[in-house]
């Protein structure tokens, strides 16, 4: 996919999003375009940039310390989520680095990211990521730990935004993104990160604040 293409891209998703908001009588703005940026580099990242995306994912904090830093400087306001499973001895980095943290999944992390930011003063948002249709060798929490660990990250002192899921592949995602909305509803979580390139419009009628698009925007990862 070509660099222009991927501001063309970014305005047609940016138009899928308003309209499938409208079916849902929400506002556009209620809903942030994440870009998934993984895998593709500053030359693939740039244009987005220019045509004024500001949020950005990557799920390894060693690929976005490489990145990023440089990107950050050329444009101020570029806001960095981490998409991917963190493991707990690079806390202290992605706290460093990311704005946003969207897979919180296991008290042990909790107790590192804890840690992290109170050694560097920085706070992300946090999104509990939850193990929606618990599958097996999948991130995030089971349904049934959430209670417990949302009350671990909150004592820990953790800014918890909301809740993250990635639903099972290959069926209707509705009733997952249902299911995750009900959960953040009941423990009074106002942000869900939910919806990818192959369903994002669905994630937004159901109420998705985040939706994490890579594909549909910088084209396939090789
Ligand atoms: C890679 C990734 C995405 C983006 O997926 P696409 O299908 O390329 O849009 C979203 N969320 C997570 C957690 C990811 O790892």
């Not at 946003?100 to 296991?106: E, G, K, L, N, Q």
């Not at 909790?110 to 706070?123: E, F, I, P, Q």
């Not at 069926?171 to 979580?189: C, K, N, Q, S």
């Amino acid at each position: 996919m070509s660099h222009d293409d991927a501001a063309a891209r970014l305005t047609a998703i940016q138009a899928e999003i308003a309209r499938a908001a409208a079916t849902a009588s929400r506002k556009p703005d209620e809903v942030t375009l994440i870009a998934v940026s993984k895998t593709h580099d500053a030359d693939a990242i740039r244009p987005l940039i220019a045509a004024g995306q500001r949020h950005f994912g990557e799920n390894r904090v060693q690929e976005a310390e490489g990145k990023w830093p440089a990107l950050r400087e050329e444009t101020p306001g570029i806001v960095l989520h981490l998409v991917g499973q963190l493991q707990s001895n690079k806390a202290e980095a992605a706290v460093a680095l990311f704005d946003a943290i969207h897979s919180v999944d296991r008290p042990s992390l909790v107790t590192a990211l804890a840690k992290a930011m109170d050694k560097t003063d920085r706070r992300p948002a946090c999104f509990v990521q939850v193990n929606i249709g618990d599958e097996e060798q999948k991130g995030g929490c089971a349904v049934a730990d959430l209670p417990a660990l949302l009350a671990e990250a909150r004592t820990a002192g953790l800014r918890i935004a909301g809740l993250m899921a990635v639903p099972p592949l290959e069926v209707e995602p509705a009733p997952y993104f249902a299911l995750l909305a009900r959960l953040a509803r009941d423990h009074g979580l106002g942000g869900l990160s939910m919806g990818m390139s192959g369903d994002y419009p669905t994630a937004v009628t159901i109420g998705a604040t985040h939706v994490r698009v890579g594909t549909a925007l910088f084209g396939g990862r090789a």
